[in-house]
Every structure is written in C-alpha cells, then in structure tokens.
C-alpha cells in the first residue's frame, strides 16, 4: 500500500533556471489545446477566435503579503525566470503544441520595465527566425514603474492585455489588506493602457474586514469610471485556508477549521466586516450585479454570426453550437471576431478589442 511521504521545509532552492521545463504530458496537454480551449475565460482568448492559450510560469513566489493571499511568504524568496531561459520554454512548446497566446504567469513581471522590454524584444526576435505567431498576456503588480514607450513596445511584440493586481479602489481597504500602493496611480496606468490600445484588467474584491458602505462606494466609483471600458471585475474576497483572514474568521468562530470552510464554502456568504448581514449582502449583491450583466458598457456594431457545424470534446460535453461572432468596436471600427459555444439565442457576450483593448457587448438575437 503506498503512503503519502511528508519532507520537510527546506527553502535552498536551486537556481530556478536550472529547473527543467514542466512536462504537461501525463496531463494529456495536447488533448486540452485541441479540445477545451474553448473553455478558458474571455481574458485568456479574446484575440484569437480559434484560441490556443499556452501557460508559462516565470516566477516563483511573491515579496508581498497580503492579507488574502494564501501563500505564507515568510522564508520563501521570490526568484524570477532569466527572459532567455522563459523564450527557451517558449520556443519548445511552440514547436510541440502551436499555441497562439501565451499567458505569463508572474505577479511581477512588469515591476522591472527592462523584463519587459526585453521580454518583448525577444519575441519580436523569436517571430523573424522561428515565425512565431502568438498573442500574450502578463500579470503584474501595482508597484510596477514600466512607462509609455515600452508598454507600446510590448503591444508591438503581440502583447494584448495585462492584469493587475488592484483589489480595492478605498485606500483604507487597501491599508487593511496590506497592499502596497496609491490607488491614484492606477488611473495614469489605465489612461497609459487606453493611449496604446492595451487592455487592462484587474479585480475588486469586496469584503474585507475594514469594508463599509462608504468604502465599497469607493470601489463602485472606481468601476463607474473604468469598468465600463476596461476589464475591471467586481467580486467578493474569499477567506481562503493559509491566508491572514482565514485565520481571523477561525478565531471570530465563523467557521471551525478548513475543513470545515471548505465543506461549506458554497452554502454561506461570509460576512467579515462590522456591517449587518442585510446590509453587506445587498451591496455585495450589487456589486455582482453589475458584474454579473456587465452595466454601462457599450454594445458592438453590426453584430453578425455563422454556426460552426464542428463537433469536439468540449461540444460534446456541454451540448449548443459554435457560434463565430463578427462585429465592429464601438470605440475604434475594429472588426471584433469571437467564438463561443452557446446552447440557445438570444444570448449576449462580453468580449474585448484586441485592436484598443477596451470591453465591449455583443449582442445575438
């Protein structure tokens, strides 16, 4: 019978370049590609109708913690990828799975302008003498300082949105989570997004323990003036096990342990802050709301579709048809292409511009 064997801590790492690339293989990875990249969210595919999306990890680790986090950072160093080693990854899962988007998974990739400024700069190489063709995405962080020139650089190297890691727009919540920034930074980041035509996502995630009515008003104005053309998400933080507010709800008795937490995690909403439980879940609700209908934000042009009569995995498992969107962006006359498996119309969708990066809503009848 075999045992689960536990090792203990140890944080000598080796030189993170010298790892091998991770083998996805055994995960039957080229199934996944061929059949369920339809699956994948809107932010991972909307530049290509017929999307590959391919995962890189660059990093390992994070500097900060925040308090909903869930890694114990403490003696746990982040080390980043060199870009040679990340193009070596690329260039041999290019020649094995085609991919057509990368998402680079770092929180702080862009921390550093140079990383991406060379980052681009390779793949820019790598198109010339390899000819590659994908679209990518990265992650990075408030504190990240890249300026106008090299974010258009990226966005000529195939760079169609970037996430960031946002969470609040109330300074004080902010405070609470431990997050490290100036929520008057992210307008310049956004407007410095819109001027090159570069989507720009991130979350607000409601409910901290410092959360008021006045702060999630806050937040709500936030997404009033950028969620209605940028990727801005509204959600509800989540006490995860191993981060700082699982362990305040344990201690407050809201729930016993994480077993506890995640036998229940669907049958209850969990109210951390001071505000009534009729109060908090009205404004929770809407904030999903907004997010959930996708409010203010402006519908495509001269929305058209094909049914794709092609069947699949995917298809066959969930049932409807490939629907293949065309319509025009309201903001900049791009054509928009788009595919989506859908069982019924009327239906509508959000989607994004991969030529101005701003969301719009498509409608079917």
């Not at 092609?310 to 065309?326: A, I, P, Q, S, W």
Request: hydrophobic content about 35%; aromatic content about 14%.
């Amino acid at each position: 019978m075999k045992v689960a064997k536990f090792t203990g801590t140890n944080y000598k790492y080796k030189p993170i370049d010298s790892l091998p690339f991770p083998d996805y293989e055994p995960f039957n990875i080229q199934e996944m590609i061929d059949e369920y990249s339809m699956a994948t969210r809107l932010l991972y595919r909307y530049s290509r109708p017929e999307a590959r999306p391919f995962n890189i990890v660059a990093s390992r680790s994070c500097p900060f913690t925040c308090t909903f986090c869930v890694h114990d950072r403490r003696g746990i160093p982040y080390r980043a990828r060199s870009i040679e080693n990340i193009i070596e990854e690329i260039k041999t899962g290019y020649d094995k799975y085609r991919f057509n988007i990368i998402i680079l998974l770092d929180e702080l990739f862009a921390v550093n302008k140079n990383r991406l400024i060379d980052f681009s700069n390779a793949v820019l190489e790598g198109r010339e003498k390899y000819g590659w063709d994908f679209d990518w995405i990265f992650q990075t962080h408030a504190n990240a300082r890249f300026d106008l020139e090299s974010l258009k650089l990226a966005k000529r190297a195939g760079c169609y949105m970037f996430s960031y890691g946002l969470e609040s727009a109330s300074p004080e919540v902010l405070k609470s989570m431990n997050k490290k920034m100036d929520i008057s930074q992210v307008d310049d980041v956004i407007k410095m997004a819109e001027e090159v035509g570069v989507g720009f996502s991130a979350n607000l995630i409601f409910g901290d323990i410092a959360e008021t009515p006045s702060t999630i008003a806050e937040s709500l104005a936030f997404w009033l003036k950028h969620g209605r053309t940028s990727d801005v998400f509204p959600g509800e933080v989540k006490p995860y096990p191993g981060s700082k507010l699982f362990n305040v709800c344990v201690e407050r008795g809201m729930f016993k342990d994480k077993r506890d937490y995640y036998e229940h995690i669907n049958s209850f909403r969990v109210n951390m802050t001071s505000m009534p439980d009729d109060v908090y879940n009205r404004l929770i609700n809407l904030a999903l709301y907004m997010e959930t209908n996708w409010l203010f934000v402006k519908k495509a042009l001269n929305p058209r579709y094909e049914i794709e009569k092609t069947n699949g995995l995917y298809r066959n498992y969930v049932g409807g048809e490939y629907y293949k969107l065309v319509s025009e962006c309201p903001y900049c006359g791009e054509e928009v292409k788009y595919m989506q498996l859908m069982k019924e119309r009327p239906f509508w969708l959000g989607v994004g511009c991969a030529k101005c990066g701003r969301k719009i809503k498509v409608e079917v009848s």
